[in-house]
């Protein structure tokens, strides 16, 4: 079984920073992707951000050059680095990881609770 554990949340105002942190425990044979998603109130969960095989990253526009994501295989951690925010960035972050159990499994999803980041003066 495999647990997402996020941390790191909070409030902050507009223009600071956060720190996102996730760690996969568990059962995990191999990460292929790790990542980001966040779900404003009445509206759909939307990707922020992923890492595939520790180095390849991708970023939503709306937060390209204020987010870093980075990875750490040996530890099966992603954390997300945000910086300049906004208020529209107000959402619940849920961590994201694709990955197998065992040598044969196929790869499956796992999401963590989410963690609230609220941007408000």
């Known amino acids: 079984q495999v647990q997402l554990v996020e941390s790191g949340g909070g409030l902050v105002q507009p223009g600071g920073s956060l720190r996102l942190s996730c760690a996969a425990s568990g059962s995990i044979f191999s990460i292929y992707a790790m990542g980001w998603y966040r779900q404003a109130p009445g509206k759909q969960r939307e990707l922020v951000a992923t890492i595939t095989s520790g180095t390849m990253t991708n970023y939503a526009d709306s937060v390209k050059g204020r987010f870093t994501i980075s990875g750490d295989n040996a530890k099966n951690t992603v954390v997300l680095q945000m910086n300049s925010l906004k208020p529209e960035d107000t959402a619940i972050y849920y961590c994201?990881?694709?990955?197998?159990?065992?040598?044969?499994?196929?790869?499956?999803?796992?999401w963590g609770q989410g963690t609230q980041v609220t941007v408000s003066s």
């Open positions: 994201n990881a694709l990955l197998a159990e065992d040598r044969r499994s196929a790869l499956n999803t796992y």
